[in-house]
């Protein structure tokens, strides 16, 4: 059915192909983040500015929560600077940053019939870090009813990277041993969970104050990397997600079993501008090994959406959120996640579910974080949700 369509559903101008600044309704505005140019956190300014309007197979939401994710950083830091080819080369196409979401459809555009007016969805939107937000429906799914709004803009970004780097890029199969590096992190913490369901004996890599973090969301072996060295031959591995993305890939596949498989899917030493050498280094070296070394390229499909809510509802996979801000703290909280302080996931607090978005003049007052959430996990003997 066709969701109808309000005043804040106007269609687009002619020739708007959803890339960009959103058109916007004049007499509508709305509080969001906003950044006129790269640079660190201190680029991010909440603004009162002009609400957004469905076009094509798009949706509007209603904000509820939004989720912040290492690739929000580099594209508020414009860095590694290939990104700005597409980005902006000077500032931000699209000033409002913020890729997760979960929140209310509010209007559809003229080719969106997916969602109704109503349906509380989560997935990836255009600028989420705001009251209201556009987004293309095959890059939605339904909301699981057992999530908060707040667990469920952290799920697509960081969940989808781990669904598809086990998956696909690694070709995880039952019984395989893998070692996942950052297994504390946003995507990390999605990756030993997936890895469980599929079968495999997984080992996680992580900081002394997060070794309790991994092993409760199922982990059967945990190392410090303060203390612990995964490439010491004590243990050799069919798969290594690599998420930390600091390590040399001599001594990543010095890890791996003579035919394993080395997934780079963190690049955060890659430089400023191309963010992949490594992966280059590795796909350039690939044919000559026995082992085979690649790199995730993730994709935004809806499929793997609600393959990730299935694993939700099922008991097999749990968002874990280690704090959680209101809107107007974006900027504190982009700190805390640079910091590398972050136990999985951070949250950013928009509108209740039930709550109107609040009057320009008022800020958003702090709420008490959601605390890390974990459920039993386990491998399922024949894995058709995968």
Known sequence: MKAATGAAGQAAAPGDTGGGTAPVS??????????????????????????????????????????????????????????????????????VPGLDVAGTVVAAGADATGFAVGEEVFGIGQGSFAEYARARQDKLARKPASL????????????????????????????????????????????????????AQVTGVCSTAKTDLVTSIGADHVLDYTRDDFADGSQRYDLILDLAGNSPLARLQRALTPAGT??????????????MGRQIRALAHSPFTRQRLTMLISRQRRADLETLAQLIEAGQLTPVIGKTYPLHQAPDAMRYLQAGHARGKLVLTVTGPDEPPRAPDQRAGARRPESAVTAPVGPCSRPELL
């Open 26 to 95: 004049p007499r509508q505005t709305m509080r969001a983040i906003v950044q006129a140019g790269y640079g660190s956190a201190d680029v991010w300014h909440l603004e009162d500015i002009g609400r957004p309007a469905a076009a094509g197979g798009e949706v509007l939401l209603r904000v509820h929560a939004a989720g912040l994710d290492r690739g929000t950083w580099h594209l508020m830091a414009g860095q590694p600077y290939v990104i700005r080819l597409g980005s902006g080369l000077r500032a931000p196409k699209n000033p």
């Open 148 to 199: 908060t709004f707040g667990q469920a803009a952290v799920l697509a970004v960081s969940g989808l990277t781990a669904l598809q780097g086990l998956r696909d890029a690694g070709r995880l199969q039952p019984g395989q041993h893998v070692l996942i590096t950052g297994a504390s992190g946003g995507v990390g913490t999605y990756a030993v969970q997936i890895a469980k369901v599929l079968g």
């Open 262 to 275: 080395l997934v780079l899917a963190g690049g955060e030493d890659g430089g400023r501008w191309t963010g």
